[in-house]
C-alpha cells in the first residue's frame, strides 16, 4: 500500500472514529443543559458561535492557503521553505488573532441588539461571551502553524485524535459544571481549558513527528504573491460560509428570539454530526488529493474523481435516508415533541444536508488546487444570493425560509459555477459524464428515499424500540436498493469501487 493510500486510510479510520464519540458527548451535553437550565441557553451558545465564526473572517483564508503551499516542499523535503511558510503562518496568526480580540470587544458594545430576549438567563451574558471570545482568540495565538503542518503532512489522524481526546475531557468537565456545580461559567471556561491543551498536545507531537520543520526565515517571492491572490479568493469564499451557516442563527435569533433559536440549534447539532462526518472524509483525503495533484497525470485524477465520487454518493444516500426517517423520532426521544419542528422544517434540513454533501469530493479537487481566486465571482454572486434570499423568505415564510434560502443558492450558483470551473482550467475533459452521473445519482437517492421514507412510517412503535425498528428497515431497503440500482446503471463503475475499497482496507 502506498503512503499517500495509507495515509487517507489512517485519516479515515480515525475521523470516522471521532464522529462517532463526538457527537454522543455533545447530545448528551446539550441535553444537559436544557434538562438543567433552558433551551435559550443553547441559544444563546449558537448566537455566540455565530458571532464569533462571523468575526473569524479576520483570518482571510489563510490557513487553507498555508496547507495548499506547504504540499509541494514537503513532498520535496524542501526544508528551508517549509520553516519560512511555518514562520510567516505563525507571525500572520498572531496578528489576526489580536484584530479579533480587538473586534470582539467592540462587539459587546452591541451584544444587548443581537440578544434581544435574554431574559430566561441568569448569568452575566457579557462575562460568557468574553469566555467564549477568549476561546476563540487561543486557536490563532497558540500553535496553529503545528497544526497546520500535520494536516499537510497527511497526517490528520493524529490531529483528530488530539480532538476526540480533548473533546471527550471537556464534554466531561462540561457536565460536572452543569449537573453538579449547575454553573454556565464554569462550563465556558471547560471549553477555553480544552483548547489551549489541544494546541499544546499537538505542539509535542510535531516536534516529534517533525522536529526538521520550525518557524524559521521568510517565504520567497512567487509564494508569497501565490498567497496574496489565495487569500484574496479564500476571504470571499469565507464570507460565502459564514452567510450560509452562521448568519442564519442571528438571523433566527433576532427574528423569532432565542427559544426558536435553541430548537433550530438542536436540530443543527444532528445536522453537523451528520455532515461533519463528510467533512471527516473529504479533509482526510484533502492533502492526499493535494500530493496526488503535484504528483499524478491529470488522467489519473480524474479517473480517482469518478470512483470517489460513485463511493461518496452510497454514503450520502444513506446517511440522507437516515436522516429523514429517524431525525424526527430521535428528536422526539432527545429533546421530547415541545421542542420539535414540523416534518416539512426537518425535510428542509435533509435537502441542505444532501445538496451540501455532494459537492464535497468536488470541493475537495477545487480546494487542493487552489482555485479560490479564479472563483471571485461566483463566490460574491453566491453571496448576495444566500443573504437576500435568506433576509426576504425568513420575513415571508418564517424559519423554513432561512433554512432554505442555501440549498436554493449552492445548486442555482456554486454547484453548477464551480463545477465549470473545475473542468475549464483542470481537467479539460469528462464535465459532461460528470453531470449526467450527478444527475443520475439524484435520481437514484430520491427513489431510494421516497422507498425508505414510505416503509419507516408503516413502523406502529414508539420511542427507543420505534427508532431501532425504523433503522432496521432504512438499512435494509439500502442493502435491497442501492447495489441493484448502482449495479443497473453503473455496473462498470460499482466493480472498480469494489476493488477500491479492497485496495483502502486490505490489511
Known sequence: MDTRTLNSKRNIIVGVLGHCLIPIFGLIVNSSIVRHFSVEYIGLIGTFNAVLQILNLAELGFSTSMIVNLYKPLK????????????????????????????????????????????????????????????????????????ALLNAAQRLDIINLVHITTFVGKSCLQLAAIIIFKNIYFFAIALLVSTILYYIILN??????????????????????????????????????????????????????????????????????????????????????????????????????????????????????????????????????????????????????????????????????????????????????????????????????IILAPSISIVTVNYIGITNLLFQEYFGKGRKVFYINRIIYTLITIIICVAAYYCSNLIPYEGIPGLIVRLLVCTLVLLIMVPTLMFLVKRSYLKEAVVFIKQIFKA
Not at 82 to 88: E, K, N, Q, Y
Not at 116 to 130: H, R
Not at 387 to 398: A, D, F, Y
Open 76 to 147: 520535496d523535503n524542501d526544508t528551508v521553505t517549509v520553516r519560512g511558510i511555518l514562520a510567516t503562518y505563525r507571525r500572520v496568526y498572531r496578528i489576526i488573532g489580536l484584530v479579533i480580540l480587538a473586534a470582539g470587544i467592540v462587539v459587546c458594545f452591541f451584544l444587548n441588539s443581537i440578544v434581544k430576549d435574554a431574559g430566561g438567563i441568569s448569568e452575566n451574558i457579557y462575562i460568557l461571551y468574553l469566555l467564549y471570545l477568549a476561546n476563540r482568540v487561543v486557536t490563532f495565538i497558540l500553535f496553529a502553524h503545528k497544526e
Open 204 to 401: 509535542i507531537i510535531s516536534k516529534k513527528k517533525f522536529s526538521q520543520y520550525y518557524p524559521e526565515g521568510k517565504i520567497d517571492t512567487s509564494i508569497k504573491e501565490n498567497v496574496k491572490k489565495q487569500v484574496a479568493g479564500l476571504t470571499i469564499s469565507n464570507i460565502l460560509g459564514v452567510s450560509r451557516d452562521s448568519l442564519n442563527s442571528l438571523l433566527i435569533t433576532s427574528f423569532f428570539g432565542l427559544y426558536i433559536a435553541g430548537q433550530y440549534s438542536n436540530y443543527c447539532t444532528i445536522y453537523d454530526a451528520v455532515i461533519g462526518f463528510f467533512l471527516v472524509t473529504t479533509k482526510a483525503i484533502q492533502s492526499s488529493i493535494g500530493n496526488s495533484i503535484v504528483s499524478e497525470s491529470v488522467e489519473k485524477n480524474y479517473i480517482n474523481l469518478t470512483k470517489m465520487e460513485f463511493l461518496h454518493n452510497i454514503v450520502t444516500t444513506a446517511c440522507t435516508v437516515y436522516m429523514l426517517c429517524l431525525y424526527q423520532p430521535f428528536m422526539k426521544i432527545w429533546m421530547g415533541e415541545k421542542l420539535m419542528f414540523s416534518n416539512p422544517l426537518m425535510m428542509l434540513f435533509v435537502l441542505y444536508f444532501y445538496i451540501r454533501a455532494m459537492s464535497e469530493v468536488r470541493n475537495a479537487y477545487f480546494s487542493a488546487l487552489g482555485y479560490w481566486w479564479k472563483a471571485k465571482w461566483l463566490f460574491i454572486i453566491e453571496a448576495v444570493v444566500v443573504i437576500g434570499l435568506m433576509v426576504c423568505l425568513g420575513k415571508t415564510i418564517g424559519v423554513a425560509g
